[in-house]
């Protein structure tokens, strides 16, 4: 895509990154991924974040269709994660006169991911820079993701630049701006962008979007993926409930099972979920990547986990889902556990104990030995009953008390 300019002087010079398999080296791209850098022309010239180094050629044709790159008066750093300060070494060269702004906690990064020294300047809370017709102000938001992060506000025209905060995975598809697409085609991508990604963040998050709020937004232009400049309240609202771990009322089934045994429990619990009402998806923990099942436990408040006793604890997948899930923080889980074993198990009793210590909600268990009896399997299928009935529940509460915080998209 050629530069958009998404208000008077202000123009979206970022990139498609269609190529890259694993973000962070970790989670799938299927859909790929965008970095989004952004001109902001007055008098002066300064550009807000850059690229992954590979697309720093890309962002300075784009640059180049508005102004000579070299022209750059600033260098904003929102964030030093190499997906937005790639292409720093590049713009230095081509623009050796940029100054480059960044929080003080930015700076020994500089120095140490580029070598990056001279004509560095830290910008503190509230900082403003006058550009000539436009203004920026700095705001702090760390830890959304890294301890250096910032946003930066440009204040004729109300528009925020959060950086990492209300984005999402999904490369551009033609179109920058959210309310130009069917969201509903990319939820799912900036859901798994949050959950795998800012969700350990979630309490920062929430501080940053209560420091923001004073702010007179008009535009919300993060850092991957779309551009809000109609219902910015739906992105911001979005990022603070997922921030908040209510989940919404469904149930995700996460089984491993290795000759089908846990997976014949699997089906019978589904079904008693689906026969209370209540949404539900069932995940091959050992199929399906772990960033799609982080995702999905973070999107609805029920977790049940399948699990046969693989050498005396639970099956390596689902272990796996369940430590980065401690590592992302996640809370308010109502957990169910099933599983198959041949000899003493041990698979539900160590689950047990973990879902005991992330403070997570457990309803019930079904274990079992071999192959599940008929009775296993309408345990089961009670066990998805009582773990639907206890999420539906609390998404009723959540609805009546909360207003603004019930789930309403
Ligand atoms: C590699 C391997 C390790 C196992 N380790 C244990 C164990 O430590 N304790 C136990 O009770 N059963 C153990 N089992 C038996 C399985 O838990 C049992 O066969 C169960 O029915 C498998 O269920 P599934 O078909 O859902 O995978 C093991 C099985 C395999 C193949
Ligand atoms: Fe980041
Ligand atoms: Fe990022």
Redesign the pocket.
Known sequence: MNPIEIRPGIHWVGVNDRTTDLFEGLWPLPHGVSYNAYLVVGTKAALIDSVKAPFGEELLRKIARILPPDRLDYLVVNHMEPDHSGALPLLRRVAPRAEVLATKAALPMLDRFYGIRDGVRAVADGDKLDLGGKVLSFHPIPFVHWPETMATFEESEGVLFPCDAFGGFRALDGALFADAVDFAHYEDEVLRYFSNIVGMQSAAVLRAIERLRDLRIEVVAPSHGLVWRKEVSRIVELYARWARMEGDPGVTIV??????????LAEAVAHGVREAGVPVRVLDAARVHVSFLLRDAWRWRGLIL?S??????P?PPVEHLVRLLERKRLKNRVVGLF?????????LRKLGEKVAELGWDLVGEVGF???PTAEDLARGRELGREVAARVAAAGATQSVAGGPQGRKT
């Not at 046969?308 to 604890?313: I, Q, V």
């Not at 599983?339 to 698979?347: D, E, F, H, R």
């Open positions: 089984y491993g099972s290795m000759y089908g045994e846990t997976l014949r399948g046969p006793t693989y050498d005396t604890g099956f599983g198959s074993q041949a000899w003493a198990g041990g698979a030995l071999g192959a």
